[in-house]
Nanobody, 124 residues
Framework: QVQLVESGGGLVQAGGSLRLSCTDS????????VAWFRQAPGKEREFVAA???????TNYADSVKGRFTISRSSASLVTLQMNSLKPEDTAVYYC??????????????????WGQGTQVTVSS
């Protein structure tokens, strides 16, 4: 059963921006660390960004530092602002929630609830 719902994906040209959103359809994840992962065709799912329960601690993959920003907009909404997009950012992006408040882990095993993903395609 899907608990987390992502939206905001789409097709954008290189250098453009997109804002992804993740909402919790069952209960708020205000007390949980949350993260974004992505999976490109033929590749493993990889960590993108994470935030602690109150957004006070964040982690980013080196490949997105300075371009992407994870934010906790409310108790049930997490966003990922993606700027200066590159073709290599093309992937399905997944939202995930942890059982814990901290730390905002970078491993898939740190998270126990997942969304179904939203496609992001960046054209060159």
């Amino acid at each position: 059963q899907v608990q987390l719902v992502e939206s905001g994906g789409g097709l954008v040209q290189a250098g453009g921006s997109l804002r992804l959103s993740c909402t919790d359809s069952r209960r708020t994840f205000s007390n949980n660390a949350v993260a974004w992962f992505r999976q490109a065709p033929g590749k493993e799912r990889e960590f993108v960004a994470a935030a602690s329960w109150n957004g006070g601690i964040t982690n980013y993959a080196d490949s997105v530092k300075g371009r992407f920003t994870i934010s906790r907009s409310s108790a049930s909404l997490v966003t990922l602002q993606m700027n200066s997009l590159k073709p290599e950012d093309t992937a399905v992006y997944y939202c995930a929630a942890s059982r814990l408040a901290v730390p905002p882990g970078t491993a898939r095993s740190d998270y126990n609830r997942w969304g179904q993903g939203t496609q992001v395609t960046v054209s060159s």
